[in-house]
């Protein structure tokens, strides 16, 4: 399925993944870490905006008990590339001391904005901090990064949808999609 979205330049939407695949991926993130994580207790922290519908899912498949909370960071501005510059905006509320910490994101692109929260993290004294992202862009990597629950390994293009944004918009899409400059951008652009 592909969407032309009427903006200047042209963007054009293609479906990477559809519900289906995105729910066979869930559940098995969500077995492995009931799995892993059974007795402990674990801290599920998504970090806002764009882990919040891929953190509804998978909590509501995990079989053990959780705790949930969200950290804030800002990186993206409105465009598709990173500021380098990762601020966290909002902090967690619950203690982490001690805590069996799984950080949820939505995407790993440079790796930059992980690199920052588990920074923050280690300041509190967590007994362990993992991570467990749907997507990850390895080809974007600046920093290294140890991602223990991994859903998709995806090209280097921008995707949207079921959570992510482009400048705000398109996270209520329940399906994935690359997001590109339509082809004839070019021609459409050239028309006015
Ligand atoms: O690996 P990185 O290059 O650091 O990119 C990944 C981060 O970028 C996006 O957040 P963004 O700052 O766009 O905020 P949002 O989740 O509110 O859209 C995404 O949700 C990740 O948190
Ligand atoms: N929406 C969106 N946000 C990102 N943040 C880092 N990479 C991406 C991406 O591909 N899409």
Excluded: W
């Amino acid at each position: 399925m592909t969407i032309i979205l009427a903006v200047k330049p042209p963007f054009e939407l293609k479906r990477l993944y559809s519900r289906e695949e995105i729910s066979e991926v869930v559940r098995r993130l969500s077995a492995q870490i009931s799995r892993d994580f059974a007795g402990k207790d674990p801290l599920v922290v998504g970090v806002l905006k764009g882990s919040v519908i891929f953190l509804s899912d998978l909590v509501r498949e995990l079989s053990i008990p959780t705790e949930i909370d969200f950290i804030g960071t800002s990186s993206y501005g409105n465009g598709t590339t990173s500021t380098g510059q990762i601020k966290i905006t909002a902090e967690p509320t619950a203690r982490l001391a001690g805590r069996h910490i799984l950080i949820i994101e939505d995407i790993v692109d440079t790796g930059l904005c992980i690199e920052a929260i588990m920074k923050y993290f280690s300041k509190h004294k967590p007994a362990s901090i993992s991570i467990c992202a749907l997507m990850d862009k390895p080809a974007r990597h600046q920093v290294r990064v140890k991602i223990a629950y991994s859903g998709f390994t995806i090209p280097d293009k921008f995707v949207v949808g079921y959570g992510l944004d482009f400048s705000q918009h398109y996270r209520h899409l329940p399906e994935i999609f690359t997001m590109e400059e339509a082809p004839d951008a070019g021609q459409l652009a050239s028309d006015d």
